[in-house]
């Protein structure tokens, strides 16, 4: 599966249990937050000063990988 940024972080959280760990290394560490996980990546991203194509391409590295 491919991930984009329009996905909201409760989708994100569900797809592969090593995505959390990645988002949580970037900063955003309110996962558990239960406004977070109506908020897309890119929003997410927005308020914690990360490049949202970057940790996109990143994710999609990381589960390339895993295969």
Do not use: F, Y
Request: hydrophobic content about 45%.
């Amino acid at each position: 599966m491919t991930i984009d940024k329009s996905m909201l972080i409760g989708q994100l959280i569900q797809v592969d249990e090593i995505i959390p760990n990645i988002l949580m290394r970037a900063g955003m560490h309110c996962l558990g937050c239960p406004a977070s996980q109506a908020e897309s990546l890119e929003e997410a991203c927005m308020v914690h000063g990360i490049d949202c194509d970057t940790l996109v391409s990143q994710i999609n590295e990381v589960l390339a990988a895993k295969g």
